[in-house]
């Protein structure tokens, strides 16, 4: 670990807002306070150490006056302090003066009072110089027989810190720890000296566990959890071991602590790959899942189970369990419950589709009598959408499911009921046999439909695929009902005049009462309620029509006309074939009529006004082309629709199959046994790969094109004629930003105290400051420093070198460095969503950003996929109505950031006609998201890569 990499113990955040205090008057108050002047003057002392002070002439001050006192306080503000303070000569030699700290550090490990012993060894731990350490060597070993736990699991901890960074100190450590363990009784003191084992001497480990292997179950979970970790490290290193230790993390999976079950599955799955394993490992993390309160926890082991299902060997086992799997469904949280869902349809096979269908129509059920919540009606289209999937999938199960979906219509989410429609359109189009049950179940839930969406789409089924007189007759008096009394026009303006008759009905009958002077007043509150009831009795589709949504009127025209065409086809009576005739034409002219009349609350639009009048025109002249396109024209366009939808399904599916495993005759059989350890493959240690990956230290395999990889993304921050020549690496992990700095020293001097100072702007947070460091003459060094990332947003960071030039008189050196800008592409990933779903989103986000296109490319194909490309979104408007070459396109672009927030975009550009072949195009996207940030960094993304090089638009 060199100089720059050195762990960071203590993080102290200092008050910046005070001035700070001279140096003179910070030795008067340690000299001459009483405690607690003492005590706040030491903590400024330390807050001005760790932002880069040097105060060499306060440390033998420190020494006389404060080191001597007894105040517990003192001594743990000691502490920190003897940590941070340099404690070497700039040639590295150790100060005089710590010999006297040192000698005070051998009191206070003998000090009476644990507290004392306990933090003193703890503070060891992180002292780094061997020379302060030596002395203090017989006292830590006798804090190994302390009375009180504290002080033994402190001392345990500071013999194996010290024994793995100086092992000359302490050579005998691995023996004294394992003769400590046999006769220690304390869970946190074996757990400790077990860990040690583990790390500094394996063997030793192996032995104790080997005598106590049986009463593991009974040990502490802490203690478990250090035993589960040697086991899987001995069993990954050595695999004859597994026959040993399988045994052991079997019963680990019944242990009181959810810590050590999570891990002893983990560990189970990875020594062993049996059914029996798996299947224990899989109930294990279930049990888990349905335990645990936290959210958090449920969403990590329900990766853990998705991983699982990944591997084709495990993914049949886990189909045993889908009914376990299912329970989790019961948890509030609707991330969870998704995530589920989507494991339960990829698991589902044709044993278990009946038990999953009832499981779920259950919850169908459950949601009906829970109260109305935004979380309720999100959960209900959760389950419409995987009942609708089972039965795309499972065709047998679409009998059963349908009755139950039917009644969402009547729900008053509309979502949930919208996609219920969407899926009875599928079903009546692909499964024959079933749309008598489907035009009955929906004629049964029409009138108690509650939103005019819903009511469009099921009179568009309706006026489809009703194909015998019974049925159409029985939609006409569905219809006849939701529509009222016709004509509506005149019906209306009679109830209008007959009001104040009706009024006064009321009245008379209301409530009767008594007055003081013995009179008999009559009360009614039907005053102003009157006209509410009568919105409220209104029949459904009279209603809207009356607000002015005459678009459902253009439906019901529609719906009419194909009913009509079809019942002349059917019925061969003249006079049969008038009267219903005459009907519909009656039906649309009063629509026509209220729309004129002036009586809705807003009048007809031109557009439904042209499709009403169109629908008459054809019942009229019924002509064999019109007939066509009403009877045929409109099932073939939904065919059309739902074939490209299944093909765009498959190809979606193909790209997320699993490659099958394939073995060849010829290929060689690999024996467990007798296979050479540097063989196993791809097993990697994952308790070491998870923690270099948290530590930002991943050890993936680079990209063969390395300027593809890694040096894109160094960015130079000062210049080649600075006395300090610096460049960043950004290394952009999940959450955080690892910036490794290199820093060359180009003068013939040594330079001193040389600084990182970094800082911020946006929502991006500097972890830690990053330490000084020494550099010779033309050397050079890397410094790393960790930025946490809060939100997807453009940030910048940027700073200077600070340095001292040893021998030199003047004040510090400073290199400015150029600004780090960080891309918000990290963050971004492709995702999709319905268009309704989309459009939903389009209308609730507040936050919108127009971009105008400012472009060379003259292609609207290619600056669509340049687009796609520099931004990380995915386009969600089909690929069939993008094709072809009109002049103009519009497509609908969205993408969700690991932060979970959601970014749209709308582009709208064309090509004019009448300008030249090589004339770009022009337009502009319309950005819409959640924050406002989201919004302008994607805004600025797009205006720096809108233009391309001339070479690259040569060979496109």
Known sequence: MTASETACYTLINAPTDAEPPSEIQLKQDLEKGDVRVKTETLKKVIYMILNGEKMPSLLMTIIRFVLP?????????????????????PDGKLLQEMILVCDAYRKDLQHPNEFIRGSTLRFLCKLKEPELIEPLMPAIRACLEHRHSYVRRNAVLAIFT?????????????????????????????????????????????????????????????????????????????????????????????????????????????????????????????????????????????????????????????????????????APDLEVRKKTLQLAMELVSSRNIEEMVLYLKKEVSKTHNTGEHEDTGKYRQLLVRTLHTCSVKFPDVAATIIPVLMEFLSDKNELAAADVLVFVREAIQRYEQLRPLILCKLLEVFPTIKAVKIHRAALWILGEYCVTSEDIQSVINELRMALGDLPIVDVELRKAAGETDDDDKV???????????????????????????????????????????????????TTLTKLALRYIQIVSDKKKQNSFVAEAMYIMASILHLGRSGLAKKNINDDDLDCISLCLRVLSERSPLMIKIFNEACRESLQAMLQAKQTEERETQKLYQKKGLIIQADDPINFAQLINKAELGNQEDQLALSLSLAMGQSQKKEAADISASKLSKVTQLTGFSDP??????????????????????????????????????????????????????????????????????????????????????????????????????????????????????????????????????????????????????KCLTPEKALSGECGFMAANLYAKSIFGEDALANLSIEKPFDSELESPVVGHIRIRAKSQGMALSLGDKINMSQKVDRSRLSQD
């Open 162 to 330: 010290i024994y793995k960074n100086f092992d000359f100190l302490i050579p005998d450590a691995p023996e004294l720890i394992h003769n400590f363990l046999e006769q220690e009784q304390d869970a946190s003191c074996k757990r400790n000296a077990f860990m040690m084992l583990i790390h500094a001497d394996q063997e030793r480990a192996l032995d104790y566990l080997s005598t106590c292997i049986d009463q593991v179950h009974t040990f502490n979970d802490i203690l478990q959890l250090v035993i589960v970790e040697l086991i899987y490290k001995v069993c990954h290193a050595n695999p004859s071991e597994r026959s040993r230790f399988i045994r052991c993390i079997y019963n680990l999976l019944n242990s009181s602590s959810p810590a050590v079950r999570y891990e002893a599955a983990g560990t189970l799955v990875t020594l062993s790959s049996a059914p029996t394993a798996v299947k224990a490992a899989a109930s294990c993390y279930i049990e888990l899942i349905l335990k645990e309160s936290d959210n958090n926890v449920k969403l990590i082991v329900l990766d853990r189970l998705i991983a699982l299902k990944e591997i084709p060997s495990h993914e049949r086992v886990l189909q045993e369990l889908i009914m376990d799997i299912l329970r989790v469904i019961s």
């Open 507 to 557: 009245v008379s009958t209301g409530q009767k009462l008594v007055t003081e002077m013995g009179t008999y007043a009559t009360q009614s509150a039907l005053s102003s309620a009157s006209g509410k009831s009568g919105d409220d009795n209104r029949p459904s589709l009279r209603g809207y029509l009356l607000d002015g949504d005459f678009f459902v009127g253009a439906s019901l025209a």
């Open 69 to 89: 006192l007894h105040d517990h306080t003192i001594k743990k503000l000691l502490l920190i302090f003897w940590e941070i303070v340099p404690k070497t000569h």
């Open 724 to 873: 300090v020549y610096s460049e960043a690496y950004v290394n952009v992990n999940q959450y955080d930003i690892v910036l490794d700095v290199l820093i060359v020293n180009q003068t013939s001097d040594t330079l001193q105290n040389c600084t990182l100072e970094l800082a911020t702007l946006g929502d991006l947070k500097l972890v830690e400051k990053p330490p000084p460091v020494t550099m010779a003459p033309h050397d050079f060094c890397n410094i790393k420093a960790n930025v946490k990332v809060a939100s997807t947003e453009n940030g910048i960071i940027f700073g200077n070198i600070v340095y001292d030039i040893s021998g030199a008189a003047n004040d510090r050196n400073v290199v400015v460095l150029n600004d780090i800008h960080i891309d918000i592409m990290d963050y971004i990933v492709p995702a999709s969503c319905t268009d309704s779903e989309f459009r939903q989103m389009w209308a609730e986000f507040e936050w919108e950003n127009k971009v105008t296109v400012n472009t060379n490319i003259n292609n609207l194909n290619a600056y669509l996929k340049h687009l796609i490309g520099s931004t990380n979104m």
